[in-house]
């Protein structure tokens, strides 16, 4: 009899688990409904304000006009090599700047005396404006791509160190002080305590990181570039050829988007294995 209950009661919780998946089933696809329904009414309403004149197309474009525009970009060739320009300097410095940021902010937490030294000139440099360096950065490395990338990684570098240094001081005092009362060293503690712990800080870190890059990017290419979509925003502002700076924009916000997607995949499998 005690055995039929448990059974019982065992499959009871089944169909529960099996309820609450599908609810978070049906959260997720209704997310994603209303999120594309967004989209889809954004660009109907501003398609069909300019046909009706409510807006001037001249100065908002439109949906319509930024596919043409496209078309006439893979047409002339332009288009992948404007993409693949801005989209390669972009993960340069996101790479970069992330693997650095990581490293300065390891360094930093286990070696405190030089944390305390340093402290005042991170805080002054996240708070320097990173354009007014660009001339020196021109000078320094000289014009083009690695001026670009310099100029994503001086944006990054900083604000990565910041995040990455405050989540490994925010660890529990008490496990490290027991970890360390089993004699565990530095490193087993950084290894095995440390960057586990604060693994969703780090994933927080790459996301606020991707659109810096961006920023960083397109900002190098105001300063010097000859392609990338940094050089149309630009060259179709300078010409009032405003169809070519939305084309702009809406390829960044899909690279961005696709991005940040794929940091989103991979949070997941890190979260599903943790």
Request: some cysteine; glycine content about 6%; aromatic content about 10%.
């Amino acid at each position: 009899m005690k055995k039929y209950i448990l059974k019982t009661k065992t499959y009871k919780g089944s169909q529960e688990h099996q309820k609450f998946i599908r609810n978070e089933h049906l959260k997720t696809f209704f997310t994603h409904f209303i999120r594309i329904l967004i989209l889809v009414a954004i660009i109907g309403i501003w398609e069909l304000a300019t046909r009706q004149n409510w807006i001037d197309p001249f100065i908002t474009s439109s949906p319509s006009r930024v596919i043409k525009q496209l078309k006439e970009l893979y047409e002339t060739g332009n288009l992948f090599t404007h993409l693949f320009t801005t989209l390669n300097e972009t993960i340069w410095a996101f790479f970069l700047s992330t693997v650095i940021g990581t490293v300065v902010a390891i360094i930093l937490f286990v070696i405190s005396p030089i944390r305390r030294i340093l402290e005042p000139y991170l805080i002054v440099l996240n708070s320097l404006p990173k354009i007014a360096l660009g001339p020196l950065i021109i000078i320094w490395v000289g014009v083009g791509t690695k001026a670009i990338v310099t100029m994503g990684i001086l944006i990054c570098v900083v604000i990565t160190i910041i995040n990455l240094l405050n989540g490994y001081l925010e660890v529990s005092k008490e496990k490290i002080m027991l970890l360390r009362s089993m004699g565990a060293n530095k490193f087993q503690i950084l290894t095995k305590l440390i960057i586990p712990a604060t693994l969703p800080n780090f994933i927080a870190t790459l996301k606020i990181n991707l659109g810096m890059a961006w920023v960083g990017v397109i900002m190098g290419e105001y300063l010097s570039s000859k392609a990338g979509l940094g050089y149309l925003l630009v060259y179709g502002g300078q010409v009032f050829k405003l169809d070519l700076v939305m084309t702009a924009i809406v390829l960044l916000c899909i690279l961005s988007g696709v991005m940040y997607g794929i940091i989103s995949i991979i949070e997941k499998i890190i979260v599903k294995k943790r």
